[in-house]
C-alpha cells in the first residue's frame, strides 16, 4: 500500500487523529472546522518532503501525494510555444505533489486576479488559498503532450523515413475515453494550436465546440479531480512509444472537497470512475493507487463501504477513553443507521453535533417552531415513515451504545402509539411522549383559536360562530364525537395494529419456503386477534372521547378536522400554533428531556 498509516498531532484543531491500516479507498467524513482539511494537507507535506517524521505527524508508507485543494479556481492564462520551451516538462501529478509557489507556473500577470501581483507571486498552494495549479496545469500538461507527440513523429519520420501510426500513441484516446465516462452528454474534440497557442476543445451537448475554459464549472472541475489517471496513462503510452521505461512510483491522491462543483449525477460518475480504475491499477501490480477524500457529500458517503468510511470527531467529544478523533464505520450496520437516520444515512453522523431522532419531518418543524435554539445544539433527524422504523427498536438498543464510544451522543423523542422494549441503558436518551403524537402538544383551544382568528376567512369564522377560545373548545369536542374523526381515528388504530412486520432474524435457513411459512404464522396470528384488536381500538377510543382524553387520540387527526371545518391549509395551522407555543406550558416531563439536551 503506498500510504500504511499516518499520525496527526496538535495540528490546528487537530488533537490526534491517526489511521494504522489505510484502505486502498479512504473517505472521511466531518463536521466545519474539524481538521478534515488540516489532516489532508499535513499528510501531502509529510510524504512529499519524505520526512515521516515531522512536528508529530508520523507517516508509513512511499509513494507521491497528489494533493488537490478544496479551492480550486479557474485562470485565462494561456499557454503557447514559450511556455512548453521554457519550463521542463513535467507530469500533472508531478505539479500537484509539490508545494511550488505561483511564479513557478509562469502564469501571466493579467491572467491572475489582481491581489496575486508580482510580489505576491511566491504564494504556496494550500487549503486556505484559491488553487490556481490543476486547471493550469491541465492546459500545460496536454499541450505539453501534443508538442512531445510532434517531436515524436518528427523523430520517427528523420530515422526511418516514415511513420507507422501504430508506434505513434494517440494522446487524445485516454481523455476522450474519460470524458465519455465522467461527463454525459460531452465529448472531447481535440488539442489545437492556433497562433502559437495550445486550445483544448470539446463539444457539449448542443454540438457546440467550445474551450476547456468555457466548460461548465462542474465539468471543468470534474476534469481536473479525474486527471490524475488519465496523466499516468499518457505518460506510460509516450515512455512506451519512446522505448523508454515509466517510473511505476506508487500515488496517494488526496481530494478535499470533491463535491465543490460538482452535481451529485457528475458526484456519481465521477466517483465510479475512481473505484474502476483504482481496481484495475491495482489488480495490474505494476504499481499502486491510493485515493482519500474528504467529504460532506451525502452520495458519497452513502455508496462508501465501511470500512473505507471514516469519521472526524472534535477532540473534546470523544470518550475519555478513547484518543483517536478519527473514527472508523467499519463495525456500525448500514440497515441500523438508516433506520435511525432516514434519507441521510451515514451523513448524519458526520454533523459534528449531538442528534436528536424524531419519528418525520412534520416532527422537525414542530420541534423547531417550539424551541428555536434547539438546532443551535442538537441536529434534528427525522427517522422516516412508520414502516422504516419498524426495528427503530433494534436500532436503538443495538446503535445508540455503540454510538456514545464513538463520540455521537443521540436521543430520540418518538410517539407514544407503539409498544416499546428499550434496554435500560438507554431510557435515559429516548423520550416517549405522554401524548399519541407531537402534533397533540398543540391542542390548547386559546392558541388554535387565534390561529383560525388570524388564517380563516371572516365568513367562516361568523358561520361557526366563533368568539372565543372556550368556543373553539365546543368546536373540536363536537369535532371528536362525530362519525367521520371516530371512523377515521378508529382506522389508524386498527391499521397500526395489524400492520405486519416479518422478522427473519434467527433463521437458520432463509430459503424461500421458510419464509413463506413464517409469513403464514405471523398473518395467521394478526388474523385471530383481528376480532380483539377490532373490540379493543373501540373501548379505547369511546373512553378517551368520553373522558376528553386528547392526549389518547391522535392530534394530527383531530388539527386536520379542524383546518378542513374553516377550510384552511392544516400546514399554516400546524406552523401557527408551534410557533406561539411556550415550552412552559407542555408537559413538566417533555420539558426537563429538553432543557437536558439544549444545556
Given at each position: 500500500m503506498s500510504l500504511d498509516s499516518f499520525r496527526v498531532e496538535d495540528e490546528g484543531p487537530i488533537d490526534t487523529?491517526?489511521?494504522d491500516n489505510v484502505p486502498s479507498i479512504m473517505i472521511v467524513a466531518g463536521p466545519n472546522g474539524v481538521g478534515k482539511s488540516t489532516t489532508f494537507e499535513f499528510i501531502a507535506e509529510c510524504m512529499d518532503s519524505n520526512n515521516h517524521s515531522r512536528r508529530g505527524e508520523e507517516i508509513e508508507g512511499s509513494g507521491k501525494p497528489v494533493y488537490l485543494s478544496p479551492h480550486r479556481a479557474p485562470t485565462s492564462a494561456e499557454i503557447d510555444d514559450s511556455i512548453i520551451m521554457q519550463s521542463s516538462s513535467r507530469t500533472f501529478?508531478?505539479?500537484?505533489?509539490?508545494?511550488?509557489?505561483l511564479s513557478e507556473n509562469h502564469f501571466t500577470s493579467n491572467s491572475l486576479p489582481n491581489f496575486l501581483n508580482a510580489p505576491q507571486s511566491n504564494i504556496e498552494r494550500s487549503s486556505r488559498e484559491a488553487d490556481f495549479a490543476p486547471y493550469y496545469e491541465i492546459k500545460k500538461r496536454l499541450a505539453e503532450l501534443k508538442s512531445e507527440r510532434e517531436r515524436l513523429v518528427t523523430n520517427i519520420l528523420d530515422r526511418e523515413g516514415k511513420v507507422v501510426s501504430e508506434n505513434v500513441p494517440d494522446i487524445t484516446e485516454q481523455l476522450s475515453t474519460a470524458v465519455d465516462d465522467l461527463l454525459p452528454g460531452v465529448t472531447f474534440d481535440e488539442i489545437q494550436k492556433e497562433d502559437q497557442t495550445y486550445l483544448i476543445y470539446f463539444e457539449n451537448r448542443n454540438g457546440e465546440r467550445i474551450e476547456f475554459d468555457n466548460l461548465s464549472s462542474g465539468e471543468r472541475d470534474t476534469v481536473a479531480l479525474a486527471f490524475p489517471f488519465i496523466d499516468k496513462k499518457l505518460e506510460s503510452e509516450l515512455a512506451e512509444a519512446r522505448n523508454q521505461?515509466?517510473?511505476?512510483?506508487?500515488?496517494?491522491?488526496?481530494?478535499?472537497s470533491p463535491e465543490a462543483y460538482l452535481h451529485p449525477s457528475l458526484q456519481e460518475h465521477f466517483f465510479s470512475y475512481c473505484r474502476r480504475e483504482i481496481k484495475e491499477i491495482n489488480e495490474s501490480k505494476s504499481w499502486d493507487v491510493q485515493l482519500m477524500m474528504c467529504t460532506h457529500s451525502q452520495m458519497i458517503l452513502e455508496n462508501t463501504p465501511e470500512e473505507e468510511l471514516f469519521f472526524l470527531?472534535?477532540?473534546?467529544?470523544?470518550?475519555?477513553?478513547?484518543?483517536?478523533?478519527?473514527?472508523?464505520?467499519?463495525?456500525?450496520?448500514?440497515?441500523?443507521?438508516?433506520?435511525?437516520?432516514?434519507d441521510l444515512g451515514f451523513a448524519a453522523l458526520s454533523t459534528g453535533k449531538p442528534l436528536l431522532l424524531v419519528e418525520g419531518r412534520s416532527d422537525k418543524k414542530i420541534l423547531r417552531k417550539i424551541h428555536r435554539d434547539l438546532d443551535a445544539n442538537l441536529e434534528i433527524i427525522p427517522m422516516g415513515s412508520k414502516s422504516s422504523v419498524q426495528g427503530v427498536n433494534k436500532a436503538f438498543n443495538e446503535l445508540l451504545p455503540k454510538l456514545s464510544t464513538m463520540g455521537v451522543e443521540v436521543h430520540a423523542i418518538v410517539d407514544r402509539d407503539r409498544e416499546w422494549n428499550l434496554d435500560s441503558n438507554i431510557e435515559d436518551r429516548v423520550f416517549i411522549l405522554p401524548v399519541t403524537c407531537v402534533e397533540n402538544l398543540l391542542l390548547d383551544p386559546s392558541l388554535i383559536y387565534s390561529a383560525i382568528d388570524t388564517l380563516a376567512d371572516e365568513t367562516e369564522i361568523r358561520s361557526h360562530n366563533l368568539?372565543?377560545?372556550s368556543d373553539m373548545s365546543n368546536i373540536i369536542n363536537e369535532i371528536i364525537r362525530s362519525d367521520r374523526f371516530k371512523s377515521r381515528e378508529l382506522q389508524k388504530r386498527i391499521g397500526d395494529r395489524l400492520s405486519i412486520h416479518i422478522d427473519v432474524t434467527g433463521m437458520e435457513e432463509l430459503t424461500e419456503d421458510r419464509i413463506r411459512d413464517r409469513m403464514e404464522t405471523t398473518t395467521n396470528t394478526k388474523k385471530d386477534r383481528i376480532g380483539r384488536i377490532i373490540s379493543e381500538s373501540q373501548e379505547r377510543l369511546d373512553r378517551a372521547i368520553n373522558e376528553e382524553n386528547f392526549g389518547s387520540l391522535n392530534g394530527k387527526?383531530?388539527?386536520?378536522?379542524v383546518s378542513d371545518e374553516f377550510n384552511v391549509s392544516q400546514k399554516h395551522l400546524t406552523r401557527y400554533i408551534a410557533d406561539k407555543q411556550s415550552p412552559t406550558n407542555l408537559p413538566p416531563k417533555y420539558q426537563d428531556f429538553i432543557n437536558k439536551l439544549i444545556n
Open positions: 487523529a491517526f489511521c501529478n508531478e505539479a500537484l505533489s509539490t508545494q511550488y509557489t521505461t515509466v517510473s511505476q512510483e506508487d500515488l496517494v491522491l488526496l481530494i478535499d470527531h472534535y477532540y473534546d467529544d470523544i470518550p475519555d477513553e478513547k484518543s483517536n478523533q478519527l473514527i472508523s464505520a467499519d463495525d456500525l450496520d448500514r440497515d441500523l443507521i438508516e433506520t435511525i437516520s432516514g368568539r372565543s377560545a387527526i383531530i388539527l386536520s378536522f
